[in-house]
């Protein structure tokens, strides 16, 4: 009976360890079977679902102590090179290429309605700014101040005593800002 005991733990634990070698076996065989295939470029239907948009990469970007200086812009003027009308809170930069060097001096250093956050705010009519919009373009034969690449022109206002009186006390400062663009 003792006998018969061993007998039947003796074939259950080789019948388990069988069960095991082969569930490892095929585990492995698995395993080897996916390395070896050769990875394929997927067709861009396979990694982008219907009606979804590529993820979009993005960089920051920062200059340090570039010139600021200020300016008003009288009643009724001309729109802004972006199309858009003047408003506080909005600058003007460099165009991208001086108009006396074959440049488009509708083309800002850095894109229309991206913001400049800046590392110190500046106050312009009572009020602290720490971010800007770029919204123009301005010294299109980089006359004034060729040293500075990202110099910004503050808009403080349509021209009145107050706005002229607050962008002469603003005078021209260094300022130091940062801006994100998308990745191209």
Same mark, same amino acid.
């Given at each position: %009976?003792?006998? !018969? ?11 388990? $360890? ?27 239907? +396979? ?11 993005? &960089?920051?970007?920062?200059? #340090?102590?570039?010139? $600021?200086?200020?300016?008003?812009? +009288? ?7 972006? =199309? ?5 809170? @909005? ?11 074959? =440049?488009?001096?509708? &083309?800002?250093? &850095?894109?229309? =309605? !991206? ?12 009020? +602290? ?5 770029? %919204? ?6 980089? =006359? ?9 022109? &503050?808009?403080? @206002?349509? $021209? ?12 021209? +400062? ?7 663009? #998308?990745?191209?």
């Amino acid at each position: %009976m003792l006998e !018969t005991k061993h007998l039947r733990i003796v074939i259950l634990a080789t019948f388990i $360890a069988i069960l095991l070698i082969i569930s490892a076996t095929l585990i492995i065989a698995n395993y080897r079977s996916n390395i070896s295939q050769k990875p394929s470029v997927p067709d861009e239907s +396979e990694t982008r679902p219907q009606g979804e948009e590529y993820l979009k990469w993005y &960089i920051k970007f920062s200059v #340090e102590d570039q010139q $600021a200086t200020a300016y008003v812009a +009288e009643a009724y003027s001309p729109i802004t090179a972006s =199309g858009e009308v003047c408003f506080i809170g @909005g600058v003007a930069m460099h165009p991208v290429y001086p108009i006396n060097a074959g =440049g488009n001096p509708l &083309i800002p250093s &850095i894109p229309f =309605g !991206t913001t400049l956050y800046l590392d110190k705010p500046v106050e312009v009519q009572g009020k +602290e700014y720490t971010s800007f919009q770029v %919204m123009d373009t301005g010294d299109v034969y980089y =006359g004034l101040w060729p040293e500075y690449p990202y110099w910004v022109d &503050i808009y403080f @206002g349509t $021209a009145n005593y107050y706005s002229r009186l607050d962008a002469k006390d603003f005078g021209t +400062e260094k300022v130091s800002y940062s801006w994100i663009e #998308e990745w191209r």
